[in-house]
T-cell receptor
Framework: GENVEQHPSTLSVQEGDSAVIKCTYS??????FPWYKQELGKGPQLIID?????GEKKDQRIAVTLNKTAKHFSLHITETQPEDSAVYFC????????????FGKGTKLTVNP | DAGITQSPRHKVTETGTPVTLRCHQT?????MYWYRQDPGHGLRLIHY???????DKGEVSDGYSVSRSKTEDFLLTLESATSSQTSVYFC??????????FGPGTRLTVT
């Protein structure tokens, strides 16, 4: 089955800097890769996703890149702000109609003012 | 969290008692999921549903059962709660194009 590994587990940056979180997956047939942001005491919120037919996707200050050959994908946050502080999860869904996401273990991002 | 509610939001129960958590959606999505979240383990799938009365097991289904008698409701039951089931439980709804949207969560403590 699919296995998703996420690094780093914690990340601390200064306000205004960029942050990058990386995930690798094992199933080469996986075709959907979402990223979630979870603030303390809340449910995970879908912030961006990418499908296997696209190499990069941007939405304002966040972007996701996908390298299918190497089986990894990354979340990039530019011009970080204190409100970006949260736990971020990557996930993957293997092809085949199971609709079951497999999650990484999360990255706690702290943006220091 | 729009369109998804979970009840109760917090619950404390004793070992050996049955517990039912409810997830309700107003989005009319076909897919619904139950996850548990524990430190060091991230989000793990317990059970999911792909239609009324159609359910299947996830990664950590032992000790849990589910039912879905209506599109909008997905129930998670712990037949006999154990301390290892102390966790935060999230319900999610899924679209046909794989996006999943999570509810606000239920914090369950088994004493």
């Amino acid at each position: 089955g699919e296995n998703v590994e996420q690094h780093p587990s914690t990340l601390s940056v200064q306000e205004g800097d960029s942050a990058v979180i990386k995930c690798t997956y094992s199933d080469s047939a996986s075709n959907y890769f979402p990223w979630y942001k979870q603030e303390l005491g809340k449910g995970p919120q879908l912030i961006i996703d990418i499908r296997s037919n696209v190499g990069e996707k941007k939405d304002q200050r966040i972007a996701v890149t996908l390298n299918k050959t190497a089986k990894h994908f990354s979340l990039h946050i530019t011009e970080t702000q204190p409100e970006d502080s949260a736990v971020y999860f990557c996930a993957a869904i293997p092809q085949g109609g199971s609709e079951k996401l497999v999650f990484g273990k999360g990255t706690k991002l702290t943006v220091n003012p | 969290d729009a369109g998804i509610t979970q009840s109760p939001r917090h619950k404390v129960t004793e070992t050996g008692t049955p517990v039912t958590l409810r997830c309700h959606q107003t989005e009319n999505h076909r897919y619904m999921y139950w996850y548990r979240q524990d430190p060091g383990h991230g989000l793990r799938l317990i059970h999911y549903s792909y239609g009324v009365k159609d359910t299947d097991k996830g990664e950590v289904s032992d000790g849990y059962s589910v039912s879905r008698s209506k599109t909008e409701d997905f129930l998670l039951t712990l037949e006999s709660a154990t301390s290892s089931q102390t966790s935060v439980y999230f319900c999610a709804i899924g679209t046909a194009s794989y996006e999943q949207y999570f509810g606000p969560g239920t914090r369950l403590t088994v004493t």
